[in-house]
């Protein structure tokens, strides 16, 4: 292989962990943000409040999304195995 296609490999594997994780991780930016704003108004600091929501949103998330984040990974890797092949 050459420096270019290591480069190319490499920002392919990349973008494909930031469009895999990135849903996920933004729904847990986001419900984190809203329930920060609620407690930081409210002046309730307690954990179970902000754990509880989060926890449920991104785990119902990851359920929405697991078709996407298996495809969209599995289509990497055919491609990542596919290539090591063209080349023996």
Known sequence: ME???NIEHLR?????????A???LGIALVVGL????????TSI??????????LVFVLGGFALL????LTRLSDY????????TALG
């Open 12 to 20: 392919l594997a990349f973008w494909n962990v930031v469009m895999a």
């Open 3 to 5: 420096f270019d296609s």
């Open 45 to 54: 600091n307690e954990m179970t409040l902000s754990f509880v929501p989060k």
């Open 77 to 84: 890797f055919a491609f990542i195995f596919d290539s090591i």
């Open 34 to 41: 809203v329930i920060g704003i609620i407690q930081a108004a």
């Open 66 to 69: 697991s078709s996407f984040i």
């Open 22 to 24: 990135g849903p996920i």
